[in-house]
């Protein structure tokens, strides 16, 4: 007992002398940073590739590869041998028009600048069997304009080919300008022989001579990288988009004479697998690729990307990129995993030393969200990791110092989930701990008051402990 007196004694004098002293909460102070792991062993491991064999065997997907991800974050949604090489067909353009708007971007183009076409371009023009739109031999006639519209709505390869050897001086160049624009994106693992997508024995020379290349030697490269130069044109070239949803166009191929172009698409409107919700891109078809097609769409009000690549038949194109389509909409849902301002934890829960309140509400400085599975099993698959320890006090409550601000954190956290892949960096499931108000650290006056009071209390129970003894 005397022990306490004088501990209590010296703690009171201390106060009135004015000695701000640091009392530091009583804590139970974690080793290392905080962790909460959800994971548990299940059936399904909660992955991308889990997730896709099952929807390809629900629906008996039969193309080659196939792949999808939400636009602006480039989360991949499915994947059936995404990262396979695989001939891209006419997909190819996508590559070639990227070429085309940055040169238009550089100012070395303009939509108006007028583009010869070549003898050997223009017999290319009407080579039976090879999609195209007619071109006659000219200087002047046909503009950058003109031949995109050719390239993106008729899937004209003469009119790519015209545009190539215009920048580059001949279409073997301008190949290779290609493949420096891809190498640009940070895609290393393709085959280009053609700026068309035509089979490399179609490459056009200026000398006439014949192409080094054979009939079955295509372009390829792998679902997910043609995907994310479609990702990359349309955000960056939005005018590319535009274009490819233009379902026709008419066009002239001389001042008396005219074509229509109709779009390849044949999921936009009047057509046999019309969707009213799919747009662009572009389709592409060769002997060794098959038939392939990107399509943009929309799940749960978010932009998405679809691409597939070998299919057998045009049915099977349509039938199966469309089926692919509706069950990734039934399947996922756009989920929020933190919302901004939501109670991280209650006020009760807190203790703050030194604060004009004793707690305060803490709260998600952001808001995380990604696609996932419908129903899917987050506390058996998600893991989140915070930054630093937290400090508890002896009733269990977390401990916090004033002052506090609600624009600095309490603590920061990072958060991995199973289902988490992507085009490129791994999605920003990072996230901050705040307090909903700022707590002002109260003055020296009013901390000695809180000393008293807990002194003098203390005291009065150790009275009425000793008076209640003597009885």
Same mark, same amino acid.
């Given at each position: 007992?005397?022990?306490?007196?004088?501990?209590?004694?010296?703690?009171?004098?201390?106060?009135?002398?004015?000695?701000?002293?640091?009392?530091?909460?009583?804590?139970?102070?974690?080793?290392?940073?905080?962790?909460?792991?959800?994971?548990?062993?299940?059936?399904?491991?909660?992955?991308?590739?889990?997730?896709?064999?099952?929807?390809?065997?629900?629906?008996?997907?039969?193309?080659?590869?196939?792949?999808?991800?939400?636009?602006?974050?480039?989360?991949?949604?499915?994947?059936?041998?995404?990262?396979?090489?695989?001939?891209?067909?006419s997909l190819t353009k996508l590559i070639s028009l990227f070429v085309v708007y940055d040169e238009i971007a550089a100012g070395n183009l303009t939509l108006d600048t007028k583009i010869p076409v070549s003898a050997e371009v223009a017999a290319l023009s009407t080579t039976a069997g090879l999609s195209n739109v007619p071109l006659v031999e000219s200087t002047d006639y046909y503009t950058v304009d003109n031949l995109?519209?050719?390239? +993106? /709505?008729? *899937?004209?390869?003469?009119?790519?080919?015209? #545009?190539?050897?215009?920048?580059?001086?001949?279409?073997? %160049?301008?190949?290779?300008?290609?493949?420096?624009?891809?190498?640009?994106?940070?895609?290393?693992?393709?085959?280009?022989?053609?700026?068309?997508?035509?089979?490399?024995?179609?490459?056009?020379?200026?000398?006439?001579?014949?192409?080094?290349?054979?009939?079955?030697?295509e372009n390829s490269m792998q679902a997910r990288d043609i995907l994310f130069v479609a990702r990359e044109i349309v955000n960056q070239y939005p005018d590319v988009l535009e274009r490819s949803n233009i379902t026709s166009k008419t066009f002239n191929v001389t001042d008396t004479e005219t074509v229509t172009l109709?779009?390849?698409?044949?999921?936009?409107?009047?057509?046999?697998?019309?969707?009213?919700?799919?747009?662009?891109?572009?389709?592409?078809?060769?002997?060794?690729?098959?038939?392939?097609? +990107? /399509?943009? *769409?929309?799940?749960?009000?978010?932009?998405? #990307?679809?691409?597939?690549?070998?299919?057998?038949?045009? %049915?099977?194109?349509?039938?199966?990129?469309?089926?692919?389509?509706?069950?990734?909409?039934?399947?996922?849902?756009?989920?929020?995993?933190?919302?901004?301002?939501?109670?991280?934890?209650?006020?009760?829960?807190?203790?703050?030393?030194?604060?004009?309140?004793?707690?305060?509400?803490?709260?998600?400085?952001?808001?995380?969200?990604?696609?996932?599975?419908?129903?899917?099993?987050?506390?058996?698959?998600?893991?989140?990791?915070?930054?630093?320890?937290?400090?508890?006090?002896?009733?269990?409550?977390?401990?916090?110092?004033?002052?506090?601000?609600?624009?600095?954190?309490?603590?920061?956290?990072?958060?991995?989930?199973?289902?988490?892949?992507?085009?490129?960096?791994?999605?920003?499931?990072?996230?901050?701990?705040?307090?909903?108000?700022?707590?002002?650290?109260?003055?020296?006056?009013?901390?000695?008051?809180?000393?008293?009071?807990?002194?003098?209390?203390?005291?009065?129970?150790?009275?009425?402990?000793?008076?209640?003894?003597?009885?």
């Amino acid at each position: 007992m005397k022990n306490n007196w004088t501990k209590m004694l010296t703690i009171f004098l201390v106060a009135l002398i004015g000695v701000n002293l640091t009392i530091l909460p009583t804590t139970a102070l974690a080793t290392g940073a905080g962790t909460v792991d959800a994971s548990s062993s299940t059936t399904d491991d909660g992955t991308v590739e889990s997730f896709s064999t099952q929807i390809s065997e629900n629906i008996g997907l039969g193309v080659d590869a196939a792949m999808a991800i939400d636009s602006e974050t480039g989360q991949i949604l499915f994947d059936q041998n995404g990262a396979t090489l695989h001939g891209i067909a006419s997909l190819t353009k996508l590559i070639s028009l990227f070429v085309v708007y940055d040169e238009i971007a550089a100012g070395n183009l303009t939509l108006d600048t007028k583009i010869p076409v070549s003898a050997e371009v223009a017999a290319l023009s009407t080579t039976a069997g090879l999609s195209n739109v007619p071109l006659v031999e000219s200087t002047d006639y046909y503009t950058v304009d003109n031949l995109i519209d050719a390239a +993106i /709505i008729g *899937s004209g390869n003469a009119a790519v080919v015209a #545009m190539a050897e215009y920048i580059s001086g001949s279409e073997l %160049a301008f190949v290779e300008k290609m493949g420096e624009k891809l190498n640009a994106l940070g895609i290393k693992d393709f085959e280009l022989y053609t700026a068309s997508g035509l089979a490399g024995a179609w490459l056009t020379t200026t000398d006439g001579s014949a192409s080094p290349y054979t009939m079955d030697q295509e372009n390829s490269m792998q679902a997910r990288d043609i995907l994310f130069v479609a990702r990359e044109i349309v955000n960056q070239y939005p005018d590319v988009l535009e274009r490819s949803n233009i379902t026709s166009k008419t066009f002239n191929v001389t001042d008396t004479e005219t074509v229509t172009l109709e779009n390849t698409n044949l999921f936009l409107p009047g057509n046999t697998y019309e969707r009213s919700d799919v747009s662009g891109l572009k389709t592409g078809t060769e002997t060794l690729a098959g038939r392939c097609i +990107i /399509i943009m *769409s929309q799940i749960d009000g978010h932009d998405v #990307m679809l691409v597939t690549l070998g299919a057998d038949s045009e %049915a099977q194109r349509y039938e199966d990129t469309g089926n692919l389509l509706t069950a990734l909409q039934e399947n996922l849902a756009w989920t929020t995993l933190y919302g901004e301002g939501a109670t991280w934890l209650n006020a009760e829960d807190t203790t703050i030393y030194q604060g004009a309140v004793e707690g305060v509400d803490l709260q998600y400085a952001k808001t995380n969200a990604m696609f996932l599975p419908v129903d899917y099993d987050l506390d058996s698959h998600l893991v989140s990791t915070y930054d630093a320890a937290f400090q508890y006090d002896a009733e269990g409550k977390l401990s916090l110092s004033a002052p506090l601000s609600v624009d600095e954190s309490i603590n920061t956290f990072n958060t991995t989930v199973d289902f988490d892949e992507t085009l490129f960096n791994q999605l920003d499931l990072s996230n901050a701990i705040v307090p909903a108000e700022n707590v002002e650290k109260v003055s020296i006056v009013v901390q000695v008051a809180r000393i008293m009071e807990d002194l003098f209390s203390g005291w009065m129970s150790d009275l009425q402990g000793i008076m209640g003894g003597s009885n």
